[in-house]
């Protein structure tokens, strides 16, 4: 069966240290993969997208790459902040599905202490 | 921009009532998504359309909830008669075709408790 799964559900790291959080997958073909970060009582907003054929994808402190042998991709904060504190959602875009649905995990709540 | 627009944020009703959730997106997007998200379930997409047409409605859980897009700027889902297990946060989302085009825009939710 499909399944898009993350690391955990909770990741408590203190401020300053890098974050890294784990989207793996099965039975999926994804063209690419989305994370989102989303806040309580807030929709999802978009934070990167990369591509099957990017290896990784940076902005600011933030870095994405995508395994797809390993179907895996992982997402790192740097040098974290208070403010990160939130739940991050990757999701993927099937191949078969026309580029236009995603299907989403369940997220990682991260709680990043001063 | 306003970014998407939702109403109600929040929405408390009985077992067997009509509920109609309230969707704009932003101007100028080809494609609208309904989902709905649970802590047990996660982010489910229910429907979503295409320059107003329905594309994949296989999300949909049951007869009781049905979509509409009578035009690019307008979208409800309703549900008729509603149950206590319908209970979520229903989010309407947009995407723009060109550029990045499966880059999602989520407007704030609906809240729906059904007593």
Known sequence: ?114 | DAGVIQSPRHEVTEMGQEVTLRCKPISGHDYLFWYRQTMMRGLELLIYFNNNVPIDDSGMPEDRFSAKMPNASFSTLKIQPSEPRDSAVYFCASSPLQGMRDTQYFGPGTRLTVL
């Open chain 1, 1 to 114: 069966s499909q399944k898009i799964e993350q690391n955990s559900e909770a990741l408590n790291i203190q401020e300053g240290k890098t974050a890294t959080l784990t989207c793996n997958y099965t039975n999926y073909s994804p063209a690419y993969l989305q994370w989102y970060r989303q806040d309580p009582g807030r929709g999802p907003v978009f934070l990167l997208l990369i591509r099957e054929n990017e290896k990784e994808k940076r902005k600011e402190r933030l870095k994405v790459t995508f395994d797809t042998t390993l179907k895996q991709s992982l997402f790192h904060i740097t040098a974290s902040q208070p403010a990160d504190s939130a739940t991050y959602l990757c999701a993927l875009g099937d191949l078969n599905q026309a580029g236009t649905a995603l299907i989403f995990g369940k997220g990682t709540t991260l709680s990043v202490s001063s």
